[in-house]
């Protein structure tokens, strides 16, 4: 019998506008987290973060 192998599940805060008050001000920043590309793009980044 073989043993599964061990995982390790991650989540992640989605705060598409930054964790500093002015962070949308930087340039490319996105404006909203309401706007479903912006998540989508978080998301991407993340699961390229977790393939490492």
Aim: glycine share 14%; no cysteine; aromatic share 8%.
């Amino acid at each position: 019998m073989t043993t599964p192998g061990r995982q390790m599940h991650l989540g992640v805060f989605v705060l598409g506008t930054g964790n500093h008050i002015a962070g949308w001000r930087y340039p490319g920043a996105a404006q909203s987290f309401e706007d479903l590309s912006v998540v989508q793009e978080i998301a991407r980044i993340a699961e390229r973060g977790s393939s490492t």
